[in-house]
């Protein structure tokens, strides 16, 4: 979900370069898509069935259960406003799309008319950051065209180095006009936006129940799991800076987006409120 994290870090000299750049590069290209992020395209085969050990309790490091009646300010901040968030998505943020109750964190989207959008995005980012292990959170998606969950990380470094740079890791990001199908992504220097290294996964029973969506990460390797089944495995032969910005600490980003360059258009039937339902955050150490 490539950029979303420029909305709330400021245009400084570097992003407006990265942004002018990217502007005239897909005008010189002439771009289908119409955004960064790449089209939603079938899946080239059937997630394989491969099913990983059970985490060990002892093992873990962090969690959030959401518990109470109030989100933990100790763990997660907010980002806040509209104006598309590099990838000319529709919703303003705001602290009150979001409730905690009977275990879950709700992110509620609301619409006020046409084109007009309330949901709500947090991060652990200045709180809770971590470098390697296996991040995980069960999560139920929202619904419908124009919907764009995500469950993903930015290096904490972001502030300093700018996007791409800082790297980009998401753990699930889904558009409602894809039923079924699901992302994982990986963005860096030598590869993002449209150039992403990315990877689909089907299930037929993705929408309408809660998923596991999880990543074992080391210094070598970033493994994706759907409810334990391996994904996609991103782990370039000869690293760098360039392909593998991922040996230092990262935060942790929840959030509903609406339209957008990977949301696309919001359909005509879809019903709001839409919410995206937490059951739970847990980061263990690594092997």
Request: hydrophobic content about 35%; charged content about 20%.
């Amino acid at each position: 979900m490539n950029r979303k994290g420029l909305g709330n870090f400021g245009f400084n000299l570097y992003n407006l370069k990265i942004i002018f750049s990217t502007f005239l590069l897909f005008v010189v290209l002439g771009c289908s898509s119409g955004g960064f992020d790449k089209p939603i395209l079938p899946p080239e085969t059937p997630a394989p069935a491969v099913t990983e050990t059970p985490v060990e309790e002892s093992k873990l490091r962090w969690e959030d259960n959401f518990e109470g009646s109030d989100l933990n300010l100790d763990n997660w901040t907010f980002d806040l406003g509209r104006g598309g968030w590099g990838n000319q998505e529709l919703q303003n943020y705001t602290r009150a799309n979001h409730s905690v109750k009977d275990g879950m964190l709700v992110i509620e989207t609301i619409s006020s008319g046409p084109r007009r959008y309330t949901s709500t995005r947090i991060k652990t980012q200045g709180l809770q950051e971590f470098q390697y292990g296996r991040i995980e959170a069960r999560i139920k998606l929202p619904e419908g065209e124009g919907m764009w969950p995500a469950f993903w990380l930015l290096g904490a470094n972001i502030e300093e180095v700018g996007w791409p740079a800082c790297g980009e890791i998401d753990i699930m990001e889904y558009a409602g006009r894809a039923p079924g199908i699901f992302q994982n992504a990986i963005h860096t220097p030598s590869g993002n936006g449209g150039e992403a290294s990315s990877k689909s996964t089907k299930d037929q029973n993705l929408e309408g129940r809660f998923h596991v969506y999880a990543v074992n990460w080391t210094s070598q390797s970033i493994d994706f799991y759907f409810d334990d089944k391996l994904t996609y495995k991103y782990s370039p032969t000869n690293k760098s800076n360039e392909n593998y910005p991922f040996n230092k600490p990262m935060f942790i980003i929840l959030n509903n987006a609406v339209g957008g360059t990977f949301g696309g258009p919001v359909g005509e039937d879809v019903e709001f409120p839409q919410e995206m339902i937490v059951d739970y955050v847990r980061v263990y150490d690594p092997d």
